[in-house]
């Protein structure tokens, strides 16, 4: 097993850390919202097989400092740290909620920094009833604290049914998402309740692999299938029984559902 290492990239106006496993081609996991960068430690050892695996924490999760300036400034700050931190190196970035869109807002914004896109449960803009959903997050996470909104942080990342079957797991999931910055938390609600990339995405000219899980509440299939629609050279694939972080929850059936897909990167 490779050795985890540990780094910081200092830019201008703040910090990206991240940890780094693996040799080889840099392959970047952006996580979620409602999760940290541990939740892809189920997929790096494999991963790390094979590619420079690289997790960053977003801009006030963990050693990141916060960023402000809406979703835009979240996506230049890590696409400048990102840069660093493969020396340039193309690499593939993938994404999960969250993390997706601040992938897909760099490949607009950055065109040249990645050479494939991995998108995993997110879209290019929510519904009525999804944006509502992320100001009443918003709304109480401010007036009563994180505590107040776990349970249903919780809830939009997995089904009853697997919470109920994985009792330490949902422990230390609901432990990492106490942990987020709530004013970060707050910004990012309120951002997500903005989102709408539809007349951008289109500029995207990198292969995307879009994923999502059949019961995923928090960014429903319909998301997936609209942006697959407007991006010039994607495919999808639905993860069947998956909610919103299948890394976490079937980590063999996602790692099957990208092989191929990165393989073909070269």
Do not use: W, Y
């Not at 879209?123 to 509502?132: C, H, K, N, V």
């Amino acid at each position: 097993m490779s050795e985890r290492r540990k780094m910081k990239i200092d830019l201008d106006g703040g910090t990206v850390s991240a940890a780094i496993e693996g040799e080889g081609r840099p392959l970047v996991l952006l996580h979620s919202l409602l999760a940290d960068r541990g939740s892809f430690d189920r997929i790096v050892g494999p991963l790390s097989r094979r590619f420079r695996v690289i997790a960053p924490d977003l801009p006030g999760f963990g050693g990141s400092t916060p960023v402000e300036g809406g979703l835009a400034a979240v996506a230049d700050r890590m696409a400048a740290a990102i840069g660093k931190m493969t020396e340039s190196e193309r690499p593939i970035l993938l994404g999960n909620g969250f993390g997706g869109f601040v992938t897909l807002q760099m490949a607009i914004r950055h065109p040249a920094l990645a050479r494939r896109l991995i998108l995993a449960d997110c879209g290019a803009a929510f519904s009525e009833p999804g944006r509502q959903a992320f100001r009443t997050m918003a709304a109480a996470a401010a007036a009563k604290g994180l505590e107040a909104i776990a349970e249903t942080a919780m809830r939009r990342l997995f089904a009853p049914e697997f919470q109920a079957a994985q009792p330490a797991l949902m422990g230390e999931r609901r432990a990492a998402f106490l942990r987020t910055d709530p004013e970060t938390f707050q910004a990012a609600c309120q951002a997500l309740a903005g989102l709408d990339l539809r007349g951008e995405v289109g500029s995207v000219r990198l292969p995307v692999l879009v994923l999502v899980g059949s019961e995923d509440e928090a960014t429903p299939p319909p998301m997936s299938h609209e942006l697959a629609g407007l991006l010039p050279d994607a495919r999808l694939e639905i993860l069947t029984g998956c909610a919103h972080v299948p890394q976490l929850q079937m980590p063999e059936a996602f790692l099957a559902a990208i092989e191929n897909f990165m393989a073909q990167a070269g």
